[in-house]
């Protein structure tokens, strides 16, 4: 069983990363689904994973607020989906991109406490 989706086309063929945001989760099965595909984009560098030095939609979207003066980096922890470690906002390119789920700071705590995340800070 498969949903197809644009969204899920985009990440299938490496245009575009999982962009998940804690507590907005998807299903479990959405969610796993959407894994799938992008670590297979990446590992057969489909896409933008073709060129190690391409930014994902979300880190452009960062980098334009840094110039802009608006951010000064990355401002979610980002929880590894797969081993549960959970790391300070500039430590984000520790998870791969498939595994990657934003948590803002406001929703550390519930995060830590719902999904059992271990601090790597």
Known sequence: YEKRTFNLQLVEEGHAAPFIIYPSLPKE??????HTH???????????????????GYEFRMC????????????RYCADI??????????????LPENRLFVWKKDVKKAIDKLGLTVMY
Do not use: C, W
Request: glycine fraction near 8%.
């Open 82 to 95: 797969k081993t549960g470690n959970l790391y300070e906002p500039l430590d984000y390119l520790e998870v």
């Open 29 to 34: 099965l959405d969610m796993e689904i959407f």
């Open 64 to 75: 334009i607020k840094m110039m802009k003066g608006e951010a000064k980096g990355p401002e």
């Open 38 to 56: 992008a670590k297979r984009a990446r590992t057969q560098k489909r896409g933008y994973y073709s060129n190690p030095l391409h930014l994902t």
